[in-house]
């Protein structure tokens, strides 16, 4: 296993530990946060208030910003998640 990919099983982990101090977090939009592991990595993710954690995507940052398809792809994950509990993230 890379050490990439073990990194990222141990953000998870923390996450679902609610062991959110332990990481580096900033909110991307709204109620949507990002998480930054193993040097340009993230997951885009939301809690819920029952502490559910739903990971919405996970991708390794190239630029500075998020880029637009991936920007894309998390509202819209949001949107749909958001529709199917009834609740609004973005």
């Given amino acids: 296993m890379t050490t990439e990919r073990a990194d990222g099983f141990k953000v998870?982990?923390?996450?679902?530990?609610?062991k959110f101090e332990e990481l580096t977090i900033k909110t991307w939009r709204s109620k949507i946060s990002e998480v930054y592991?193993?040097?340009?990595?993230?997951?885009?993710?939301v809690v819920i208030e029952d502490k559910k954690i739903y990971m919405l995507h996970a991708c390794r940052k190239q630029k500075n910003e998020t880029e637009q398809k991936t920007g894309v792809l998390v509202v819209n994950r949001a949107k749909k998640l958001g529709d199917e509990l009834g609740k609004k993230f973005i």
């Fill in 12 to 18: 998870i982990e923390k996450l679902e530990q609610g």
């Fill in 37 to 45: 592991f193993y040097k340009h990595n993230r997951i885009f993710y």
